[in-house]
């Protein structure tokens, strides 16, 4: 059964260093997205993306964060310059037209 | 504005009881999407069911099964014969519209502990 992958599954930032989380989306899918938890908290919507460009964002995804599909493939996400805050887990997602999204297992990010 | 309301934090029962999960939710759509999703200790999100808004009949699927009310916009979720293996946050999700690339608005999660 496909499924979205994510790497790395742990990275560790010092503050104001720029990470890229990279996830692969299952292959016949249309839309991505990303998402992070905060440990122990609920599931918050960063932003998604169709047909090469930003469908919608929300007020988290300010301008440290980007998105970029480079390749047929992959689907990451930059933060230029992390802050103690940006510690979650980031879950990426995709999805077909009008489908469940699929969620990959995660990237934990933790900063330091 | 779109909202889910997931009131129980935490539950607790031992196994072989049954269990529901309250979801409430606001929309101002007449087309929405209501999702359940499993988060195991393990950390991945695990997609459990779909319902639209103009599907009402409830769903049963071994002894999971869903009852969703739009009179009180309400979508709960039933573990029949809870087993340890449920033991796991679960997460109720509302997809607004009928824009297919749209955000999932989660609830806050409840921790259901099932305990031998």
């Known amino acids: 059964e496909p499924e979205v992958t994510q790497t790395p599954s742990h990275q560790v930032t010092q503050m104001g260093q720029e990470v890229i989380l990279r996830c692969v989306p299952i292959?016949?899918?249309?839309?991505f997205y990303w998402y992070r938890q905060i440990l122990g908290q609920k599931v918050e919507f960063l932003v998604s993306?169709?047909?090469?460009?930003?469908?919608?964002k929300s007020e988290i995804f300010d301008d440290q964060f980007s998105v970029e599909r480079p390749d047929g493939s992959n689907f990451t996400l930059k933060i230029r310059s992390t802050k103690l805050e940006d510690s979650a887990m980031y879950f990426c997602?995709?999805?077909?037209?009008?489908?469940?999204?699929?969620f990959g297992p995660g990237t934990r990010l933790t900063v330091t | 504005a779109q909202k889910v309301t997931q009131a129980q934090t935490e539950i607790s029962v031992v196994e072989k009881e049954d269990v529901t999960l309250d979801c409430v939710y606001e929309?101002?759509?007449?087309?929405?999407?209501l999702f359940w999703y499993k988060q195991p200790p393990s950390g991945e999100l695990v997609f459990l069911i779909r319902?639209?808004?103009?599907?009402?009949q409830n769903e049963i699927s071994g002894r999971y099964s869903w009852n969703f009310q739009k009179s009180t916009s309400s979508f709960n979720f039933t573990i029949t014969a809870s087993q340890v293996v449920d033991s796991a946050v679960y997460f109720c999700a509302l997809h607004q519209g009928e824009t297919s690339g749209s955000r999932l608005t989660f609830g806050e999660g409840t921790q259901l502990t099932v305990n031998p």
């Open positions: 319902r639209n808004s103009f599907d009402e």
């Open positions: 997602a995709s999805n077909r037209v009008f489908y469940e999204q699929y």
């Open positions: 993306f169709y047909n090469n460009e930003i469908s919608e």
């Open positions: 929309t101002r759509d007449t087309t929405y999407y």
């Open positions: 292959s016949n899918h249309l839309y």
